[in-house]
Each structure stands twice: as C-alpha cells, then as structure tokens.
Antibody, heavy 120, light 106 residues
C-alpha cells in the first residue's frame, strides 16, 4: 500500500518561504509515476501547485510558477515543496499525492494533508 | 487556463435517490476528466478517471460519462456513506478542479 505523509512547519511568517516534505512509503519514487502538491483553502478550493517525476522534470501551475519549486530526493524516497514570499492567501491545507499519467492523469494516492497558516 | 465549472454547488437528497452532478470545461479536454469524493477533514479520494473508468474498489453505484466539454457523475442509489463533497478535475493541460458539489441529507 502506498502511503504519503506531509511534514513541515504549521506556521509561516508573511514574506518568508513555506517548505514541506512528503515522505513516500510502499512505493519507490524511482519506479516511476509523478508526484504532486495540491492545496485547499476555503477561498480558492482545490488548487494544483506543481508536479515532478523521478528524473526531476517539473510542471507548475502558471499563476504560481514564479513562487513554487518542487524537488525530488529519490535516495530518501521523498519530494518537497517550497513556496516563496508567502502571504495570508497561501494559508491552506497542503496535500502531497501520487499522479498516474494515463487517460490524461489522475491522483490515486493522497497524503492526509497538513495545515499551513501564514501569520506574523 | 482551462476552467471547469460544476453544478449544482450543493444538493439535498435522500438515501436511495439517483444523483447527477455535472462538470463543464471551458474548452475541449477529450476524456481527461476525473472525479473525487471528499469527506470533512480527509483528503479527496479518486472515484472515476478518464471520464468513465471506475477506480478499483469504488462501488458500481458510481458512474461517469461525457467527453469534450460536458461530463456527468451519477450515483445510481445514494447510500449514507455517499454524503460528501464531490470534485471534478481536468488533466488535459495541467490540473484544474471544479469548485465542488456538496451532497447533503434531505
């Protein structure tokens, strides 16, 4: 069974960088598929942030591309998210997930989500 | 950007009812449309991918149809555990989610 677990600070100050890591178990990232970050806030609903594969090829949501970085560490079987220059609008539950690239693509496994608040 | 619009935003239904939720894309997305169910405090769970393929383990009371710009999620007979919020998601270009449809008990 594939399991994903988000980890990182629950509180970030405005203008600073939000950093989260997703630990994957039950599946080797090096084996394939894609790995993604999605967030959910009351104001914006579910919002895709960015996706990476085991080779480090990345895809980003265009409106957020300038502030978002997704990276992968296959040796540790984990991938990470950084969002720069955060504001209160970045307050959300952040999910990491696995993406299957078939019939378009879809998420078949999600982490439980972690709430990140942006406040001074 | 491809926008996806769900309707209705909420509905009230009874156990045993047939429920239909629609999703419209702002341009053709072929069959690159997925449906998820989310319960409070939990991550979304995949129900249907590729517009009409049922994810393994999902009850056959769920079905999806459509192609191009118009898609439908149908629950043939609503069960108590089906009261939740449902989201469509396009994966033709990046990923965009609909705003959700909350299915409540009548």
């Amino acid at each position: 069974q594939v399991h994903l677990q988000e980890s990182g600070p629950g509180l970030v100050k405005p203008s600073e960088t939000l950093s989260l890591t997703c630990f994957v178990s039950g599946y080797s990232i090096s084996s394939g598929h894609y790995w993604t970050w999605v967030r959910q806030s009351p104001g914006k609903g579910l919002e895709w942030l960015g996706t990476i594969n085991h080779s480090g090829i990345t895809y980003y949501n265009p409106p957020l591309k300038s502030r978002v970085t997704v990276s992968v560490d296959t040796a540790k079987n984990q991938f990470s998210l950084k969002v720069n220059s955060v504001t209160a609008e970045d307050t959300a539950v952040y999910y990491c997930a696995r993406v299957i690239a078939m019939a378009g693509s879809y998420v078949d496994y999600w982490g439980q989500g972690t709430l990140v608040s942006v406040s001074s | 950007d491809i926008q996806v619009t769900q309707s209705p935003s909420s509905l009230s239904a009874s156990v045993g009812d047939r429920v239909t939720i629609t999703c419209r894309a702002s341009q053709s997305i072929n069959n690159c449309l997925n449906w998820y169910q989310q319960k409070p405090g939990k991550a979304p769970q995949l129900l249907i991918y590729g517009a009409s393929t049922l994810q393994s383990g999902v009850p056959s009371s769920f079905s999806g149809s459509g192609a191009g710009t118009d898609f439908t999620l149908t629950i043939s007979s609503l069960q108590p555990e089906d009261f939740a919020t449902y989201y469509c998601q396009q994966s033709y270009n990046g990923a965009t989610f609909g705003q959700g449809t909350k299915v409540e008990i009548k």
